[in-house]
């Protein structure tokens, strides 16, 4: 465990100059362990896989190969966020892989939600696999392992690590932000040049929306779900909420109720708001969003986004709910 121990001596990177310090450090690091060899990488969107792909790019070019699996599970915009930057703005080899048929018929009918992860992670692990032997030369896996990663699960980050990989697929690792912390990422997320939006992104569960479309995932609700979150974050984001709430979504279950629309009655899902502050995760306090901000994201999502009538405020903690519905 001694290589996975952050080194004592390692400062705090809080600021610009010690962000570039340490990717100029990392830069030369990852030159010398790949040399002129290839590397894969699994690039989710997230913080932690973007800073490693901005960061290999900067180190080793077009020797790295990036996988954008897109899996129909994402926040609205996302997959054509990391094509833009990564693609069309940083010139990076990526691989841009559209499974979201794929994984919504593995997904059909299943209600239970580990079940759902379940099938989402091996999923994954068996396109990624796919896209890897299409591939020639690759020695090196990266990966956004970050240090509390290490702290809680051990020096293998199950999330981002493509642990079921056959024997035949197993690559040497390479990962830059192992001893950083998430606050450090940002800061050379920013300082790597990626967007505000990728570098302070809320956290996301693995599953994505899989696990925000409660129950059985249909396509409809889906996309409901996918809606109501864009108009969320961007009615937060207009009444500076962003970055003041640690994290907000919306949910919604597999219960219709009836309503009215059109002088007409309809039988519809409804939209579950959840924003909640926590410092660690381990509890959490729910933000006071103003009831008039309440009424116009109500209104908004109702008439905005199809299959919803009604739009309801999650009032519960932590303890003694959870973050995540599922």
């Known amino acids: 465990m001694a290589d996975h121990k952050r080194p004592e001596s390692m400062e705090r990177i809080t600021t610009p100059a010690l962000a570039e310090q340490f990717i100029a450090e990392q830069v030369a690091a990852v030159r010398a362990q790949v040399g002129d060899k290839k590397v894969l990488l699994a690039l989710s969107g997230g913080v932690d896989s973007s800073v490693v792909a901005a960061l290999l790019i900067k180190a080793v070019g ?20 990391v094509v833009e930057v990564f693609r069309n703005q940083m010139d990076a080899n990526l691989v841009y892989v559209d499974a979201v048929d794929r994984f919504l018929d593995k997904l059909a009918g299943v209600t239970d939600p580990e079940t759902k992860r379940k099938i989402i992670g ?4 068996r396109v ?20 509390p990663d290490i702290l809680e699960s051990g020096p293998v980050k199950a999330h981002h690590n493509v642990g079921g990989l ?7 690792l390479v990962e830059p932000v192992k001893f950083l912390f ?11 040049g990626l967007p505000d939006s990728m570098v302070f ?12 479309c409660l129950g059985a995932i249909t396509r409809d609700r889906l996309e409901a779900v996918r809606e109501s979150d864009a108009i969320l974050r961007e009615e937060f984001a207009k009444h500076g909420l962003e970055g003041k709430v640690w994290q907000y979504f919306t949910a919604i279950p597999d219960l219709k109720s009836v309503g009215v629309k ?12 959840r924003a909640v502050n926590t410092i660690d995760a381990m509890t959490a306090t729910v933000e006071n969003v103003p009831f008039e901000l309440l009424q116009h994201i109500t209104d908004r999502i109702t008439h905005e986004v199809k299959g919803i009538n009604r739009v309801l405020f999650d009032l519960t903690p932590k303890p003694t709910g959870t973050i995540e519905w599922e």
């Open 262 to 273: 059109d002088n007409k009655r309809v039988d519809e899902w409804c939209a579950i708001i």
């Open 122 to 125: 091996a999923e994954f692990i």
């Open 166 to 172: 056959p024997e035949d697929l197993q690559f040497a």
């Open 128 to 147: 990624f696999e796919e896209e890897a032997r299409k591939l020639e030369g690759i020695e090196f896996l990266a990966q956004g392992t970050i240090y």
């Open 201 to 212: 992104r809320q956290p996301f569960p693995g599953p994505g929306l899989g696990v925000r």
């Open 182 to 192: 998430k606050d450090e990422v940002r800061v050379v997320g920013k300082a790597l």
């Open 62 to 81: 077009k020797q790295l190969t990036c996988v954008h699996v897109n899996h129909g599970l994402l926040r609205k915009g996302e997959p054509e966020q």
